[in-house]
């Protein structure tokens, strides 16, 4: 998962850095494993930082303040194909045709044959393993197809349309056309999200994309609506705005994990509030730890697991009619651990985040709520964590399914083994991760809890609750096969880890 913005000032003299370094600390939530943001100045010169890291680390003010022009576009990182070394950072950039940048949000199923069309028929050479740069490249290469020596938007739609013929799986992207305009996509099921949106200044108006519309309205963008599945949207540099659905007949289907997990709660997405989204998740999981207890309800406490899950867990307090507390306390400058890249890393830093007050813990049966449970190393050392803190019982509530599939469409969970329900009942759940009960939400609850808000959305993506992928390419054959590859790029990060780990033995011995 990844957070991409683009802007155009209606000021050609305005920078547009101040406010894409803005954007960028307001998506930091989607991925920290690098950021980066490219600019076009006067004559369509392009400038550029980039690099791994949280956005503040990344960007220096000597280097914002080198990024000039009123347009650009940005993009915070959260691998889910590719390494995560420095050369994977985005946004990306081909000088022929016209100078394109590149940003996305999302995940190809079709990449290996992507890969074979730009090498054998294209010609066009692919530098990373990031499916990115091949959205990026098969752009170029329906662009370069024109043989203008300028391009206008009917040439840039054509060449989306096809784009959206040639690539499966969900993406959002936006792109920069350098000297020309800002451009944004969605892919025909809606699966990744991204918003658009105007701000009135003096000059005209300025346009703004994002992956969230906490972003466009903290900037002081007004009118912002989501981009269709399906659509591009083209916002020149003289700011004529032009939008037209390329891809008709496709169902769409938000990935709702969105509306559990990822998104910021004070974002809206295809018109649904996250925050009433959750509220009402909390609303039904409630009801369906109601059915698990019975009249043997038991439970003191109802403490959430910082941040996602609280405002669930609240809305599930109420309706259960039992007391909410905030068990722990969150250290605010350790990142979120699902997505850190490594298992270790995520496990190692649990502790580091959370610290249990044994004051809401000692002698209590509790009812911690978390928005999921995926791999359930996290889940477990939080059970530890209250059972150490002196809690008589703890039960666990997930705002989502059982997760059983990976994810293929831009969420980091590519193995089945991996994951912790998969292949295991509730039951079996529980004693995995050493909770004296797990209740999980319905999923026909969890669909209901979101599409209420509006009823015009009738399916989301719940592949990894349900097996059942949108795009209709996805396979066991297709999955073996990715399954494989993080099998080998596992073995990789373990054999530079332990690379390290000798490299820093054999220091400390001859010191």
Same mark, same amino acid.
């Given at each position: 998962?990844?957070?991409i913005?683009a802007?155009?000032?209606?000021? *050609?003299s305005?920078?547009?850095?101040?406010?894409?370094?803005?954007s960028?600390g307001l998506?930091?939530?989607?991925?920290q494993d690098?950021?980066?943001?490219v600019?076009?100045?006067?004559?369509?010169?392009?400038?550029?930082?980039k690099?791994?890291?949280?956005?503040?680390d990344?960007f220096?003010?000597l280097q914002l303040?080198?990024?000039?022009g009123?347009?650009?576009?940005g993009?915070?990182?959260?691998?889910?194909?590719g390494?995560?070394?420095?050369?994977?950072?985005q946004p990306?950039?081909?000088?022929?045709?016209?100078?394109?940048t590149?940003a996305h949000?999302g995940?190809?199923?079709?990449?290996?044959e992507?890969r074979?069309?730009?090498?054998?028929?294209?010609?066009?050479?692919i530098n990373?393993?990031s499916?990115?740069?091949l959205?990026?490249?098969i752009?170029?290469?329906?662009?370069q197809?024109t043989?203008?020596?300028?391009?206008?938007?009917?040439d840039?739609?054509?060449?989306i349309?096809?784009?959206?013929?040639q690539c499966?799986?969900g993406?959002?992207c936006?792109?920069m056309i350098?000297?020309y305009?800002?451009?944004?996509?969605?892919?025909?099921?809606g699966?990744?999200?991204?918003?658009m949106g105007?701000?009135?200044?003096?000059a005209?108006?300025d346009?703004m994309?994002s992956?969230?519309?906490?972003?466009?309205e903290s900037l $002081?963008?007004?009118?912002?609506e989501d981009?269709?599945p399906?659509?591009?949207?083209i +916002?020149?540099?003289?700011?004529?705005?032009?939008?037209r659905?390329l891809v008709?007949g496709?169902?769409?289907?938000?990935?709702i994990?969105?509306? +559990?997990?990822f998104?910021? *709660?004070d974002?809206?997405?295809?018109?649904?509030?996250?925050?009433?989204?959750?509220?009402s998740?909390g609303?039904a999981?409630a009801?369906?730890?109601k059915k698990s207890?019975g009249?043997a309800?038991?439970?003191?406490v109802?403490i959430p697991v910082?941040?996602?899950s609280?405002?669930?867990?609240?809305?599930?307090?109420?309706?259960?009619?039992?007391v909410?507390?905030?068990?722990?306390?969150?250290?605010?400058? +350790?990142?979120?651990?699902?997505?850190?890249p $490594?298992?270790?890393t995520?496990?190692?830093?649990?502790?580091r985040?959370?610290n249990?007050?044994a004051l809401?813990?000692?002698?209590?049966?509790v009812?911690?709520v978390?928005?999921s449970i995926?791999?359930g190393?996290?889940?477990?050392?939080i059970i530890?964590?209250a059972?150490?803190?002196?809690?008589?019982?703890?039960?666990?509530?997930?705002c989502?399914p059982p997760i059983r599939?990976?994810?293929?469409?831009g969420?980091?969970m590519?193995?089945?083994?991996?994951l912790v329900?998969h292949?295991?009942?509730?039951?079996?759940v529980?004693e995995?991760i050493?909770?004296?009960?797990?209740?999980?939400?319905?999923?026909k609850d969890?669909?209901?809890s979101?599409?209420?808000?509006?009823?015009?959305i009738?399916k989301?993506d719940?592949?990894?609750?349900?097996?059942c992928?949108v795009?209709g390419? +996805?396979?066991e054959?297709?999955?073996?096969?990715?399954? $494989?590859?993080r099998?080998?790029e596992?073995n990789?990060r373990l054999s530079?880890?332990?690379?390290?780990?000798?490299l820093y033995n054999n220091?400390?011995q001859?010191k």
């Open positions: 998962m990844c957070g913005s802007l155009i000032l209606a000021d *050609q305005a920078s547009a850095c101040p406010d894409l370094f803005e960028l998506l930091q939530h989607r991925g690098a950021a980066g943001i600019t076009s100045g006067p004559k369509g010169r392009l400038y550029q930082c690099g791994n890291g949280m956005v503040n990344v220096e003010q303040a080198r990024l000039v009123s347009i650009g576009i993009h915070v990182r959260y691998p889910t194909a390494s995560s070394s420095t050369s994977e950072a990306f950039y081909v000088n022929s045709p016209y100078g394109i590149f949000n995940n190809l199923t079709n990449a290996d992507l074979v069309y730009l090498d054998k028929i294209a010609h066009r050479h990373t393993d499916d990115s740069e959205l990026l490249n752009l170029a290469n329906n662009l197809k043989g203008k020596f300028r391009v206008n938007e009917e840039i739609f054509t060449a349309k096809d784009l959206h013929q499966r799986g993406y959002a936006v792109a350098a000297g305009g800002i451009i944004g996509i969605r892919d025909p099921h699966i990744r999200p991204l918003i105007r701000r009135k200044n003096p005209g108006f346009y994309f992956s969230e519309s906490v972003v466009l $002081g963008f007004t009118d912002f981009v269709k399906g659509e591009a949207v +916002v020149t540099q003289g700011g004529n705005v032009s939008r659905v008709t496709k169902e769409a289907t938000p990935c994990f969105e509306f +559990v997990y998104a910021r *709660q974002s809206i997405m295809d018109g649904i509030s996250i925050y009433k989204a959750r509220l998740m609303e999981l009801e369906k730890v207890f009249d309800m038991d439970i003191n109802v910082p941040d996602t609280r405002v669930a867990a609240l809305q599930l307090s109420r309706r259960l009619n039992i909410y507390r905030e068990g722990f306390n969150k250290n605010r400058y +350790v990142g979120r651990t699902f997505i850190m $490594g298992q270790q995520r496990r190692k830093n649990v502790r985040k959370l249990a007050m809401e813990f000692h002698g209590k049966n009812l911690l978390d928005d995926v791999r190393t996290t889940s477990k050392e530890q964590m059972r150490d803190a002196g809690a008589k019982k703890v039960y666990f509530a997930s989502a599939y990976p994810n293929v469409y969420i980091d590519p193995t089945r083994q991996e329900a292949g295991r009942n509730e039951k079996q529980a995995e050493n909770a004296d009960k797990v209740i999980y939400q319905d999923l969890l669909v209901e979101v599409r209420r808000f509006n009823p015009l009738e989301f719940t592949s990894v609750f349900d097996n992928y795009t390419d +996805v396979d054959k297709y999955l073996s096969h990715l399954e $494989g590859e099998s080998e596992s990789s530079i880890d332990s690379d390290c780990v000798g220091y400390q001859n």
